[in-house]
T-cell receptor, first 113, second 117 residues
Framework: KNQVEQSPQSLIILEGKNCTLQ??????????LRWYKQDTGRGPVSLTI?????NTKSNGRYTATLDADTKQSSLHITASQLSDSASYIC????????????FGTGTRLQVFP | NAGVTQTPKFQVLKTGQSMTLQCAQD?????MYWYRQDPGMGLRLIYY???????DKGEVPNGYNVSRLNKREFSLRLESAAPSQTSVYFC????????????????FGEGSWLTVV
């Protein structure tokens, strides 16, 4: 079964610190991987999209990496801010002929002053 | 910019009642989607519409119907609500295919919280 697993489930860090969120997937074949940020009570917002040929992509203080060989991705947040408190969702595109997305359950990040 | 707008924001239904969730996008996107989000689970696709005039089932279509009214609007109907349909519903849209190198961005609405008692 195609799956996307994220770790940790939740994370607490102090403002200004860096953190890294992990995503492992078993989806095959794979064409792209996305990271979304979801604030409490809001809809998900796209951070990055990477294809299998890309190793890294940045969006401001957010940097996503991808290792298609090991089927792992990470999202690194630099110099965290209070506004980074949110759930971060890893999303993998499913088998090519279905045009479906497979969502992880997310990592809940809390940034404290 | 409005993006994807869905209504209502909150709704409480009694078991067996019907209702329609409305969704509209102003980005001239071809594809539209309805997802549900439940605690401890990833978003799951209910129905999608790859283009105006077409609709297809997603992972969890049972108990739902959809209508792609025009290019802008995509509604989700619960004909006879059940407690298992208590969830947060998200409408989304994208310019086109989600697969491959183009990997079009999918834009989500703000969600509709539905409780069935």
């Amino acid at each position: 079964k195609n799956q996307v697993e994220q770790s940790p489930q939740s994370l607490i860090i102090l403002e200004g610190k860096n953190c890294t969120l992990q995503c492992n997937y078993t989806v095959s074949p794979f064409s792209n991987l996305r990271w979304y940020k979801q604030d409490t009570g809001r809809g998900p917002v796209s951070l990055t999209i990477m294809t299998f040929s890309e190793n890294t992509k940045s969006n401001g203080r957010y940097t996503a990496t991808l290792d298609a060989d090991t089927k792992q991705s990470s999202l690194h947040i630099t110099a965290s801010q209070l506004s980074d408190s949110a759930s971060y969702i890893c999303v993998v595109s499913g088998p090519y002929n279905t045009d479906k997305l497979i969502f992880g359950t997310g990592t809940r990040l809390q940034v404290f002053p | 910019n409005a993006g994807v707008t869905q209504t209502p924001k909150f709704q409480v239904l009694k078991t067996g009642q019907s209702m329609t969730l409305q969704c509209a996008q102003d980005m001239n996107h071809n594809s539209m989607y309805w997802y549900r989000q439940d605690p401890g689970m990833g978003l799951r696709l209910i129905y999608y519409s790859a283009s105006e005039g077409t609709t297809d089932k997603g992972e969890v279509p049972n108990g739902y119907n959809v209508s792609r009214l025009n290019k802008r609007e995509f509604s989700l109907r619960l004909e006879s609500a059940a407690p298992s349909q208590t969830s947060v519903y998200f409408c989304a849209s994208s310019e086109g295919l989600l697969q491959g190198a183009r990997g079009n961005t999918i834009y989500f609405g703000e969600g509709s919280w539905l409780t069935v008692v």
